[in-house]
Structure formats: structure tokens, C-alpha cells
């Protein structure tokens, strides 16, 4: 190797490659998520999006007939005039159902920019810093990412203690409760629930997610943070969210724990030290 001073052991090598084949992991994993988003999110503002354009026909056509109103004042013989044509554009109603449409697309344009603010906040793959962050933050805005596959399949508790900041890579932790998540999701076969738990235990957080999905048996347990460990059908799963989850986790030397009852459920639980013990000398 060109760039090594001291001749490198077989060992070093390979070691080398094997966090270079890990980091590529990391990447396609962050890719392969973000593909995943993007179709949901694409889904996610499609509805407000289409509300708000048939609202702005609806005002459009509203617009005309108050001119029609405004501009009759000028040609008017009569106060008798004006007030049919206020009959004729229905006025009350129109007044009313003017403030409710413009409530409608307030809304739902609120509604997109809290999706594109979570975007925004989750697409920050190129911070590796390790920072001072908002864990309920960062849930929220993971929340409204993966809105679309959670809706259908769990009503989402959440069950939020007092939180410290937490010094970590914020993008990286919301990668990992977004696997969490999406896994509990497809844990679920109706519909069930979802519980986000948060707490201070010492000088740690703790993230809990559980849900009320099929469970883990025994005989898979110790196996699903192996990469690629996956019982999912091809397409659906990569078996690599868990391994990358664990990954991240270990390099902010926290621990990822799992509790499963099978037929009852599932808890993840992410403990992670509030000040980042290499931050000093980093
Ligand atoms: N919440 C859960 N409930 C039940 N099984 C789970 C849960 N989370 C993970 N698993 C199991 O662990 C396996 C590995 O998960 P993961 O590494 O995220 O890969 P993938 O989701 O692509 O299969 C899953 O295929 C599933 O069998
Ligand atoms: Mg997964």
C-alpha cells in the first residue's frame, strides 16, 4: 500500500477493508432509506398539495363573482341592483366558505412544511459530529418521515420524560429510530400500537420503542443484528437495519437492547450516555 509508512499486517488489512465495507453499508443503507422516504413523503404531500390546488380553483371562482359585486357599483341605477346581484353570488355562503378554504390550505400547507422542515432535518447525512441534540427533536421530525407507513399499521403513544441534550450524531440516531419504527410497523399484522418511551436514567437516556407486533422467537433472537438477517421477503427487507442500528449505537457507546414476548410484542430499548465520553479528546 502506497500511503503506509510501517509495513501493515494481513490483519490490519483486512480490518481496514472490513470498516471500509461497513461504511459502504452505512451509505447504501442511508440511501436505500432515503429512496424509501422520498415515496413517502412524495405520498405525504400529494393530498395537501391536491386540496389546496382544488381550494384555489374554488377561490378563483368565488374572486370573479365578488367582482362581479365590486364592479357593479360603478353601472348600478340602484342600491336594488347590487343587492340582487349579492343574492345571486350567494354571498353568506360564499363568505363563509371562503374562510373555511383558506383555513383548509393554511392547513395543508402547514401540513407540507412540516413534512420538508423533517426532511430537512433528516437529510443532514453529511454532519458526522458528534453535537449537542434534541432526542424528542429528532423523534418528532423521524415521526413525520415515516408518518406514511406507520398510519395505517399502529396508533403511535408517545410517553415522554424530561430529556437532557444529548451529545450525539443526531442524523444517525434518527436513522436508528426510524429502523425501529419501521420495523414495529411491520411487526404489526392489523393494526395495533406503537409506544415511544423516553426517560433520564443517571448519567444516560433511555429511547424506548415497543410494539404490539408478532414477536420475536426465541430461535431468531440472537440472530437479528447479524447483517442481512432478515425474515422478510426479498424486496421488503435487507436484514442490514438492525446491524447498521447497532453499529451506530456502539460508536456513541450506548447499548441496543431487545424484550420480545412472541405474540405480544417487541421492545427496543437505545440507552445512550449524555455526554459523549470521546468528545474531549475528538
Ligand atoms: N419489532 C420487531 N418485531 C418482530 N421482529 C422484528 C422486529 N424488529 C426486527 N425484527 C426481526 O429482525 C429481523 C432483522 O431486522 P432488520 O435488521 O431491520 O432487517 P429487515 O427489517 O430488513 O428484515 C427482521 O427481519 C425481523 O425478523
Ligand atoms: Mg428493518
Redesign the pocket.
Known amino acids: 500500500m502506497s500511503n503506509a509508512s510501517a509495513p501493515q499486517s494481513e490483519q490490519e488489512l483486512l480490518n481496514a477493508r472490513l470498516e471500509q465495507a461497513n461504511q459502504q453499508l452505512l451509505q447504501s443503507e442511508k440511501l436505500a432509506a432515503i429512496g424509501q422516504l422520498a415515496a413517502g413523503v412524495a405520498h405525504e404531500i400529494n393530498n395537501p398539495v391536491g386540496y389546496v390546488y382544488s381550494n384555489l380553483q374554488t377561490l378563483d371562482n368565488y374572486l370573479n363573482d365578488l367582482f362581479r359585486l365590486t364592479e357593479a357599483v360603478d353601472n348600478a341605477r340602484c342600491i336594488e341592483d347590487l343587492r340582487q346581484i349579492k343574492q345571486n353570488i350567494d354571498y353568506d355562503f360564499l363568505k363563509d366558505d371562503l374562510r373555511d378554504l383558506l383555513a383548509e390550505s393554511r392547513e395543508g400547507i402547514e401540513r407540507v412544511k412540516t413534512i420538508i422542515a423533517a426532511m430537512k432535518d433528516f437529510s443532514h447525512i453529511e454532519e458526522e459530529e458528534f453535537k449537542p441534540a434534541d432526542l424528542h427533536r429528532g423523534i418528532e421530525t423521524t415521526l413525520n418521515v415515516v408518518n406514511n407507513e406507520l398510519k395505517y399499521k399502529a396508533e403511535v403513544v408517545r410517553e415522554f420524560g424530561d430529556l437532557p441534550e444529548v451529545e450525539c450524531i443526531i442524523s444517525q440516531i434518527n436513522q436508528v429510530i426510524m ?1 425501529l419504527l ?3 410497523a ?2 404489526i399484522e392489523t393494526f395495533g400500537r406503537i409506544t415511544i418511551r423516553t426517560r433520564q436514567k443517571g448519567s444516560t437516556v433511555v429511547v424506548e420503542v415497543q ?1 404490539t ?4 422467537s426465541p430461535e ?1 433472537r440472537h440472530r ?1 443484528f447479524e447483517p442481512f ?4 421477503p426479498v424486496g421488503k ?7 447498521l442500528s447497532f453499529n451506530i449505537i456502539e460508536k456513541h457507546q450506548g447499548t441496543l437492547d431487545v424484550e ?1 414476548a412472541p405474540g405480544e410484542g ?1 421492545c ?1 430499548r437505545i440507552t445512550l450516555p449524555i455526554v459523549h465520553p470521546d468528545t474531549d479528546n475528538e
Open positions: 429502523n419501521v420495523n414495529a411491520h411487526a410494539d407486533g408478532r414477536g420475536i431468531h437479528i438477517f432478515t425474515t422478510k427487507g435487507t436484514g442490514l437495519g438492525l446491524s420480545s417487541t427496543f
